[in-house]
């Protein structure tokens, strides 16, 4: 009988191990050898794959082709992955655009807000000077208020409270505002 023996590398390569997990092997006893010479190790090709049973060679081949796919697969949702990313960037930048505008927008609304409260401030101090001192004279100018006959300090606290309600009225209409704006 005429059969060929495996060096420790061909034993390895024809199991599909490497070469220091023949060796361990050989040297635990797991695997037995033939011959141990200058040249290495001599395995009975039986022997290593009763240990290692042979590798079918079309496995490997499905591995790489599997790999392969894999990475082609890999690839497609790689180009996926950054179309939706730059999908959200754009959508993030309307967004803050978006908020951009809504900040001057509602600056501009507080800012008209601020306006109305000092004129109708202004407004009910000149009501109340007007009912203290109760006299003729004459008010600043552009701001004449001429209230004259009887019952005209009623008409002025009627008037007061017209403009009350007109501030109240202002600022929940300002708070509906700023809360559909931000929300």
Known sequence: MNTTLFSLNQAAKEAGKSTSTISKYLKNGKLSYVSKDEGGYKIDPAELFRVFPKANS???????????????????EYIQLQAERDILDEKLKMREEQNSDLKNRLEGIEKERDD????????LRLLEDQSKNNSPEKPEEGNEIILKGRGGEGRLKAIRGEILAALGILCVLMFALVVALYF
């Open 116 to 123: 109305w409260r000092d004129q109708a401030k202004q407004s």
């Open 58 to 76: 079309e496995p490997v081949r499905e591995k790489k082709d599997r790999k392969i796919a894999n990475t082609h697969e890999n690839t497609i």
